[in-house]
């Protein structure tokens, strides 16, 4: 499989396609990385660190919005997910971490009547949740990854979905966690209406 570089920012979060992450750059080995990426239009990687360290899939970003950049260098972006990557290798050039990196290719994908399956429980749970203002922008979707967007993950759940390289197997985590979710909403639901 072929590898190539790629700088990367270990955050204690996780991106994916479609995703977007709100930054405050104030380190100067990041406003560095950032200067370059907005200048050059190129991609970095954001890859989850915890105390175990770096995980071994990350997902490759683009700088989609800059909000405001200070006299100082420090930067307010906004980033947005491209490619799961998973990490061959990775060493330090000038306090930056640079990963040998491979993008992912799924090797199972999810039918037209699975993923509708799955929108209908997402839907479900929005409208559980009084989140109806945009709901045909809801509605268009169709990337699993689109459905994460407006929902709040687990990190550890975030980051299980992009190391799968199944979408049937990201559906299905996912599918548990809509189920789940509607059954929490319904139960908060029943009990406001037997209190009395």
């Known amino acids: 499989m072929d590898t190539m570089e790629l700088k990367l920012f270990p955050l204690p979060l996780v991106s994916y396609p479609t995703k977007r992450v709100p930054l405050h750059i104030f380190e100067d080995r990041y406003k560095t990385l950032i200067s370059e990426s907005i200048k050059h239009k190129s991609e970095f990687g954001i890859i989850y660190h915890s105390a175990e360290g770096l995980a071994l899939k990350g997902c490759s ?92 993950l687990p990190v550890v759940l975030e980051q299980q979905i992009i190391s799968t390289e199944s979408e049937r197997e990201r559906a299905q985590i996912l599918e548990s966690f809509f189920k789940a979710a509607l059954n929490n909403s319904s139960g908060k639901t029943n009990q406001k209406k037997f209190t009395s």
């Open 61 to 152: 970003v683009k700088v989609t919005e800059v909000i405001e950049e200070y006299p100082d260098g420090r930067y307010d972006i906004i980033t947005t997910g491209q490619k799961i990557f998973k990490l061959e290798n990775h060493y330090m050039v000038k306090d930056i971490h640079v990963g040998e990196i491979s993008f992912q290719e799924d090797n199972e994908s999810l039918s037209e009547i699975e993923f509708e399956g799955l929108k209908e429980k997402y839907l479900k749970l929005l409208i559980a949740l009084g989140e109806t203002s945009h709901i045909e922008y809801h509605i268009s979707k169709n990337s699993i990854f689109e459905l994460l967007e407006s929902i709040q």
